[in-house]
């Protein structure tokens, strides 16, 4: 706080700034703690901070320039000094709490590995059943993607099965009365071929209709297979053996594939059109799929290609990488109920619900604490803007606002089915979206510090790397960066580096347009300048 203060001193268009510590002179941590100081003494709030107004001294409006510049080259951050919060396991219901944790003690895994991924499974199983309509414009489903990092044998994909055992109950179910509905259409299907055979004057029956298996679960991230399966069902949760099959889409296609695209357009829950070409092109009208996964630290930090392309993608992810250790312990003797696991997920399924979807509304108060959060968020996003306009923090602060609401659903569905809440997402429940959120917005800070994500170098530092002591063309540089690099942020990186005499130009006359190719710049060749 102290350091963004100088930086906005610098910055903002003002003869004089006064910056007023609420800790330092009232003891208090912010302005809802101030106003009510002032409340239980009787004293007038907007008089008290005037007078503090006029007795702080002012800054100086422009604080030393080289002071200001090293703030805003941020050193790299090393991930151990982030603070990462608990994970708030009070948002759920006392059941549900009880299972998490018995289950991670029984398993010797995380906990906060099997609330991500219940989260996960439950927005892929509720679907298109039930939404959030938060504004008369914008509605909100419960799928999310989580990613649990961790190292090998740390128990990744058992917290994944601990949750996707209800699931697959539930998968098994559905396959078992689409086998039942098959064997009867047969013979329906026989009966009326031939009954329109001999009759074919008066017979006007319809032909049966086949029947279709509703889909909870698949383990294939392609579009050519999630496709299918959403349209007769009501959500999917894609959880892949290899998480990297998901993360890599379209790696190898320079930027030109589409899978990427599509699964954005599925995150949103936006009309999806696949158009095939050996069968009928697909329309999903309202397409919800949930991913979870796991992944190694290691694996993350080789692949670091994910970071530079800034679409938005990666973004979109809930990652858990917790930063205690769990000791292994043989622990034969405690009993975890699953009844109730079990029975949720049967109502989450909605398997035998006519009226739908559902629709869910916040209560007054939750749209206060959602306001409230979003006005802090977006003064968070401005600090950062101010620091590094590059900071890729500001894309994953974006993201969260449809997220936390999100969870905050997801979350509402427990409470809908075990303690016979109805469609008004409470204060509560939304207060305890917005802190799960923030354990994953600290979590992606992490996972960004960790594997080179968030970095001291902007883009343009980052280029400086690349171009060495060799003459290097732009078509190279987007090699360099695999296709990931837009052309404007490029062209701009290069000019500032040129003018800051970092690398030097030169032009190359070819058939056509003329070449320019670029190299760092050194001792030597500046002389030859």
Same mark, same amino acid.
């Given at each position: ?346 109502? $989450? /399924? ?5 009226? =739908?979807? +559902?629709? #869910?509304? %916040? ?7 959602? &306001? ?24 994953? $602060? /974006? ?5 936390? =609401?999100? +969870?905050? #659903?997801? %979350? ?7 303690? &016979? ?109």
């Amino acid at each position: 706080g102290e350091e963004f203060k100088e930086v906005l001193a610098s910055s903002a268009h003002a003869e004089k700034i006064k910056v007023i510590s609420l800790m330092d002179k009232f003891g208090v941590k912010d302005v809802s703690d101030f106003h009510m100081q002032c409340l239980e003494n009787g004293e007038d709030f907007t008089f008290k901070l005037s007078m503090a107004e006029i007795e702080a001294e002012a800054l100086p409006p422009k604080p030393n320039t080289s002071e200001v510049e090293a703030f805003a080259e941020p050193l790299l951050i090393n991930a151990e000094e982030l603070e990462i919060p608990e994970y708030p396991f009070h948002v759920f219901p006392e059941d549900v709490r009880q299972f998490i944790q018995k289950q991670a003690d029984a398993m010797n895994t995380y906990p906060e590995w099997l609330a991500t991924s219940l989260l996960a499974f439950t927005g892929g199983t509720v679907g298109k059943n039930v939404y959030l309509q938060v504004t008369d414009t914008w509605k909100v489903y419960g799928g999310i993607w989580g990613i649990l990092v961790g190292d090998p044998s740390t128990g990744k994909s058992p917290a994944i099965n601990a949750i996707k055992q209800f699931v697959d109950v539930l998968q098994s179910e559905a396959f078992e009365e689409f086998y039942k509905d098959k064997e009867t259409y047969k013979r329906q299907l026989e009966d009326y071929r031939n009954t329109k055979k001999n009759d074919k004057e008066t017979y006007s029956l319809a032909e049966p209709i086949e029947p279709r298996v509703r889909h909870y679960l698949s383990t294939n991230p392609t579009i050519e297979s999630i496709a299918p399966m959403l349209e007769s069902s009501a959500g999917i949760t894609n959880s892949p053996d290899e998480i990297m099959t998901f993360l890599s889409f379209d790696q190898y296609k320079s930027g030109k594939g589409s899978e990427k695209t599509e699964y954005m357009t599925m995150y949103d829950s936006k009309p999806l059109k696949v158009d095939r070409k050996n069968s009928d092109s697909i329309r999903v009208e309202t397409p919800v799929v949930s991913v979870i996964g796991g992944i190694q630290p290691d694996v993350l930090i080789k692949e670091k290609w994910l970071w530079e392309r800034a679409d938005g993608f990666i973004d979109r992810i809930l990652w858990s990488y917790p930063s205690y250790e769990i000791y292994k312990v043989f622990k034969p003797n405690i009993h975890v109920e699953l009844e109730v696991m079990q029975s949720l997920f049967r109502g $989450l /399924s909605f398997d035998q619900v006519i009226d =739908l979807p +559902i629709k #869910l509304t %916040l209560s007054a108060e939750a749209l206060d604490a959602y &306001g409230k959060w979003y006005s802090d968020k977006a003064s968070e996003e401005r600090r950062l803007k101010a620091v590094n306009k590059s900071d890729p923090m500001l894309s994953v $602060l /974006s993201k969260a606002e449809e997220q936390t =609401l999100s +969870i905050a #659903l997801d %979350l509402h569905m427990y409470k809908y089915f075990l303690d &016979g809440e109805g469609t008004e997402v409470s204060a509560e429940t939304l207060q305890g979206a917005i802190a799960v959120m923030g354990y994953h917005i600290a979590n992606a800070r992490k996972v960004r510090a960790v594997t080179g994500g968030i970095r001291a170098q902007s883009h343009t530092n980052r280029i400086a790397e690349v171009i060495g002591e060799e003459w290097v063309t732009k078509t190279e540089l987007h090699k360099e960066f695999n296709n990931n690099l837009k052309s404007g942020v490029l062209d701009e990186s290069l000019e500032q580096l040129l003018l800051d005499k970092v690398i030097e130009e030169e032009k190359v006359h070819t058939p056509g347009a003329p070449q320019h190719r670029y190299r760092k710049l050194t001792k030597e060749s500046e002389l030859e300048v």
